[in-house]
């Protein structure tokens, strides 16, 4: 299962990485990678999931960003750093499918992957402060 979920987490990031980057439009760049990629229906629906939630809260979540990282702030982060700590940040703090500790060892195995490799470091210590502050523990 989270073979699955991680493939959908990575659909989601580079979702939201093409729309990011791009003048795309989400349904355009859903084709895109709906096509590229072969996951099943409920790793689609879960990326889905992501995706929209992502979106729907985004000023929410970079103001979280920002306070959290101020040295960091979103619009100058890396795309990859941005959507992976957004992703994460939704999962935490709007979404209760997902138990903390596996939300932040996704990010963080997200930016191995995906970042660079001060991404890993980044992406940790953001998201252990978000908890702590906001007391976070599920």
């Known amino acids: 299962m989270a073979g699955i979920r991680r493939r ?20 355009d760049a859903w084709a895109h990678l709906r096509a590229e990629k072969t996951l099943p229906q409920e790793a689609l629906s879960f990326s889905e999931e992501l995706v929209k939630g992502v979106l729907q809260n985004k000023s929410e979540l970079d103001a979280l960003i920002k306070k959290f990282a101020p040295a960091f702030p979103p619009e ?47 992406i940790n210590g953001v998201l252990g402060s978000i908890t702590t502050e906001r007391g976070v523990t599920r």
């Open 8 to 27: 959908a987490r990575i659909v989601a990031l580079q979702t939201l990485y093409e729309l990011d980057y791009t003048k795309h439009k989400v349904e």
């Open 76 to 122: 100058q982060m890396s795309t990859v750093d941005r959507n992976i700590l957004r992703l994460a940040i939704f999962e935490i703090s709007f979404s209760d499918k997902t138990p903390l500790k596996v939300a932040i060892n996704e990010a963080i195995e997200l930016a191995k992957e995906f970042g660079s490799d001060s991404s890993p470091r980044l």
